[in-house]
């Protein structure tokens, strides 16, 4: 069709560019958020002991939890506002929602002031998921998308670390006021990247596709003209006449069998992120590892922070690990890295499990950090920065913003599930059972990747949603 070839003109142009410095400073300046998600998962599980504050065991779930489901509502929003305004806007109001958020947590009077500025800290984190990777997608040239679009996930394990780096510093340098300061600072200093973010996002340009969309060639030729490419009015506007010929001739509807098959995709990929167990040595690595590596006669304040060291060693495994990925996901493709993920994060849980069942003293401590190091590697590599990518390049630019928000507010939501129930599973089966379950999880993984997801490394965002067209046609004829 004529239509699939103008805009190929302008996506083959985009898809074909030089990566240059500015790329990667828009990459890492879009994925600030995943920064600052980071940084959340990991500071209340810090902080949490030394909140003052009476809660109803309702509000302390919400207290650990409740930020995916503000995520969740504010991935929900971030849909329809992203696809009419644009992915920068919507970038700039997640960063300051964020440091407002982080502000008030660290000057709150009481519970419910906490729970208000925990709620807004997600919906910052949950509408900026849902738009980062798309904005990435939309101006990555194909061969480099995925290293890209994983700088998000590699941004998640950095906040993730330096969380835990802020704790250990601050209850070292203030550890008699650990009920009073401590927790506040540890709280409160998530509004500094927010508002670093705040001011680069200012520069940034708007995507080049939703320019086009939007049919705002005055922005478009400058903001192609800042990844130096150059292209004419006259140009852009035979591309949309034709365009518009074409959607009269053959009107497809927007939300098509492709784009359903694609969601379904995404959504499941998500969904076994999260239920396959990785956020638990994160939200609750320090109270599991405390008592095998706390010493006699320690301080609460030394017992918390011996927890929170056992689990920064996990931090430090994740960032190396995701780097990986980062250097692997456009060569070995998402389907490959993605498969061999859950499969190493398997063979670990189980591991892991029997090293809680059936070893003890210092040799179950060490071999617990171990093997939960080896399910952290498979997961940071193969399986963490895959979903954010395929998020952002499976669905057409006209409805990307709105599908990846609806993806990301399926991952939240199983985030939220997971830390909620994994309390109750722990109660009533005990750790190694809770271990198995999560392997048990991650080969059904395995079989979901082989059978349904595409391997889409090295293709146009255009050229992936035409093939998730054809996987739907195919279907329906069969």
């Not at 998640?156 to 330096?162: F, K, P, Q, W």
């Not at 389907?335 to 061999?340: P, Y």
């Not at 003890?360 to 590599?381: K, N, Q, Y």
């Not at 390049?393 to 006209?398: I, L, Q, S, V």
């Amino acid at each position: 069709m004529e239509k699939e070839h103008y805009r190929w003109n302008i996506a083959d142009t985009l898809d074909r560019n030089h990566v240059t410095s500015l790329y990667w400073s828009l990459a890492l300046m879009a994925t600030i958020g995943g920064f600052l998600f980071g940084y959340d998962t990991s500071n209340i599980g810090s902080a949490l002991t030394f909140i003052p504050y009476k809660l109803s065991g309702l509000a302390l779930g919400y207290l650990v939890a409740g930020a995916s489901l503000g995520a969740a509502l504010g991935a929900l929003l971030a849909g329809p506002i992203t696809d009419r305004f644009g992915r920068k806007a919507l970038l700039l109001v997640d960063a300051a929602i964020y440091a407002v958020g982080a502000l008030l947590s660290a000057l709150t009077v009481d519970a419910g002031m906490l729970l208000v500025a925990r709620t807004l800290v997600g919906l910052a984190v949950g509408a900026d998921s849902a738009v980062a990777t798309a904005y990435i997608a939309e101006y990555a040239p194909k061969d480099r998308r995925g290293k890209l679009a994983i700088i998000q996930q590699w941004m998640v394990t950095i906040g993730i670390l330096a969380a835990y780096v802020v704790a250990i510093i601050v209850f070292r340098a203030l550890p008699g006021h650990a009920a009073s300061l401590d927790w506040r600072l540890i709280l409160g200093l998530g509004a500094v990247p927010a508002l670093v973010g705040l001011g680069l996002r200012v520069k940034m340009p708007e995507s080049p596709r939703w320019l086009f969309e939007k049919g705002l060639d005055e922005r478009l030729i400058e903001t192609l003209a800042l990844l130096g490419i150059h292209v004419d009015r006259q140009t852009i506007r035979e591309a949309r006449q034709k365009e518009s010929q074409d959607e009269e001739k053959t009107p497809r509807p927007v939300i098509s069998g492709g784009v359903r098959r694609a969601f379904v995709v995404v959504a499941v990929f998500m969904i076994f992120q999260q239920i396959t167990g990785i956020n638990v040595p994160f939200y609750y690595g320090p109270k599991i590892l405390e008592p095998y590596f706390a010493r006699p006669h320690m301080s609460l304040v030394g017992i918390a922070v011996s927890g929170i060291e056992a689990t920064l060693v996990l931090a430090v495994v994740n960032v190396l690990a995701t780097y990986i990925g980062f250097r692997n996901i456009d060569s070995f493709g998402r389907k490959s890295l993605a498969r061999l993920g859950y499969g190493g994060m398997a063979l670990f849980m189980i591991l892991s499990a029997g090293a809680f069942a059936f070893l003890s003293g210092p040799a179950r401590a060490w071999t617990v950090l171990v093997t939960l190091a080896g399910f952290i590697v498979f997961f940071a590599f193969g399986v963490g920065g895959t979903g954010w990518i395929i998020q952002g390049e499976y669905f057409p630019t006209a409805v990307r913003g709105r599908m990846a928000a609806l993806a990301a507010v399926v991952d939240w939501i199983a985030n939220f599930a997971i830390t909620e129930l994994f309390p109750v599973m722990h109660s009533h089966w005990g750790l190694p059972a809770d271990m198995l379950v999560f392997a048990g999880l991650a080969v059904l993984a395995v079989i979901f990747v082989s059978v349904w997801m595409p391997e889409t490394k090295g293709l146009s965002v255009e050229a992936i949603a035409t093939l998730f067209e054809q996987q739907s046609h195919s279907s329906r004829t069969e």
